[in-house]
């Protein structure tokens, strides 16, 4: 069992930045994929940014010039930049990891963390 624990969200003014982490822990061989959602009230699930195992990374059109997603493989830690913060990036955002344990593959979510964007 893999487990994803999201960090580092809270409450900014527009313009201001945050960086999100996503630590995972258990039984993992190797992490393929680690991926930022975010959901708004009202809205449903979007991806904000994937990052690979070979570190290719794909964002939403929204988010692209302001976000950064990186890894850390040592630490099987992922971490979203945010920067330039518009309202309309409030909302809860989720890990999500996908990969390989010593037997069976894992595609885990994290609980989310709140991120407020005022104007």
């Known amino acids: 069992q893999v487990r994803a624990v999201e960090s580092g969200g809270g409450s900014v003014r527009a313009g201001g930045s945050l960086r999100l982490s996503c630590a995972a822990s258990g039984n993992i061989f190797k992490i393929d994929a680690m991926g930022w959602h975010r959901q708004a009230p009202g809205k449903e699930r979007e991806l904000v940014a994937l990052?690979?195992?070979?570190?290719?990374?794909n964002y939403a059109d929204s988010v692209k010039g302001r976000f950064t997603i990186s890894r850390d493989n040592a630490r099987n830690t992922g971490y979203l930049q945010m920067n330039s913060l518009k309202p309309e990036d409030t909302a809860v955002y989720f890990c999500?990891?996908?990969?390989?344990?010593?037997?069976?593959?894992?595609?885990?979510w994290g609980q989310g963390t709140q991120v407020t964007v005022s104007s």
């Open positions: 999500n990891v996908r990969g390989m344990g010593s037997v069976y593959g894992f595609d885990s």
């Open positions: 990052i690979t195992s070979d570190s290719t990374t």
